[in-house]
C-alpha cells in the first residue's frame, strides 16, 4: 500500500506562488508516474499536471501551462509542484495521485491512478 501526503498548501493573493509537495511512503516510487489533481467547490476533480516515473515526460492541463511545473526526486520518494502567477480560478483542494503501472507517458485520466493523498487547500484571492 502507497501512502501520499501532500503539503504546501495556504492563501496567497493572485499573481502569487505556491509549492506544493506530496512525499510517497514505499520503495518502489521511482516506478510511479505522479499526477496532481484538483477539485473547486461544486466542481468535479480536474486534471493538472503528470509526470512519467523516469521524470522524462510531462503533460500540463491548458490553463497552467507555462505558469506551473511538476518535478518528481526519486531519491527523496517526492513530487513537487511549483505555482506561478496564480489566479482565483486556481482555487481547490490539490491532491497528488501515483500511477504504478510504468506506463510509457504520462496519463491524464484520474482512474488510471491507483493512490491518493488527502488533498491540500489552495486558496486564491483577488
Known amino acids: 500500500q502507497v501512502q501520499l501526503v501532500e503539503s504546501g498548501g495556504g492563501l496567497v493573493q493572485a499573481g502569487g506562488s505556491l509549492r506544493l509537495s506530496c512525499i510517497a511512503s514505499?520503495?518502489?516510487?521511482?516506478?510511479?508516474?505522479m499526477g496532481w489533481f484538483r477539485q473547486a467547490p461544486g466542481k468535479e476533480r480536474e486534471f493538472v499536471a503528470a509526470?512519467?516515473?523516469?521524470?522524462?515526460?510531462?503533460y500540463y492541463e491548458d490553463s497552467v501551462k507555462g505558469r506551473f511545473a511538476i518535478s518528481k526526486d526519486n531519491a527523496k520518494n517526492t513530487v513537487t509542484l511549483q505555482m506561478n502567477s496564480l489566479k482565483p480560478e486556481d482555487t481547490a483542494v490539490y491532491y497528488c495521485?501515483?500511477?504504478?503501472?510504468?506506463?510509457?507517458?504520462?496519463?491524464?485520466?484520474?482512474?488510471?491512478?491507483?493512490?491518493w493523498g488527502q488533498g491540500t487547500q489552495v486558496t486564491v484571492s483577488s
Open positions: 495521485a501515483a500511477d504504478p503501472w510504468l506506463r510509457p507517458g504520462v496519463s491524464r485520466a484520474a482512474s488510471e491512478y491507483d493512490y
Open positions: 514505499g520503495r518502489t516510487f521511482s516506478r510511479y508516474a
Open positions: 509526470i512519467n516515473w523516469s521524470g522524462g515526460s510531462t
